[in-house]
């Protein structure tokens, strides 16, 4: 029988482990290529690759934030897509994936 300290290491070793396998939903995966459309349609692939670098630790809060501002946008947007890009946003792979989807298309001439 092990010991109490062996189990309570053992019940801990994963606690606060950060390297959670997250995945899209179809809904999630399609919300972030509309707005990866809509920024390359500006031109602006690379300031937003640095911004999401940037603010690449703030994921979480920003979708938090946009949870708040719901009630306010959903008299212009599709509440449905709103709801999509903050479940997405909630989730630290969605930046790589907006990223990668950004840096896919290249630059526009």
């Not at 990866?36 to 640095?50: D, E, S």
């Amino acid at each position: 029988m092990p010991s109490w300290w062996t189990r309570f290491k053992a019940g801990f070793r994963h606690a606060f482990a950060i390297g959670i396998k997250e995945e899209l939903t179809p809904d999630e995966r399609a919300v972030l290529e509309k707005v990866a459309a809509k920024i390359r349609a500006r031109g602006l692939q690379l300031p937003a690759v640095v911004f999401l670098e940037s603010t690449r630790p703030l994921n979480m809060l920003g979708a938090q934030v946009l949870i708040g501002l719901q009630p306010f946008v959903e008299l212009v947007a599709s509440t449905a897509d709103y709801d999509a890009l903050a479940a997405a946003l909630e989730k630290r792979i969605s930046i790589d994936i907006l990223m990668r989807l950004l840096e896919d298309a290249g630059p526009r001439t």
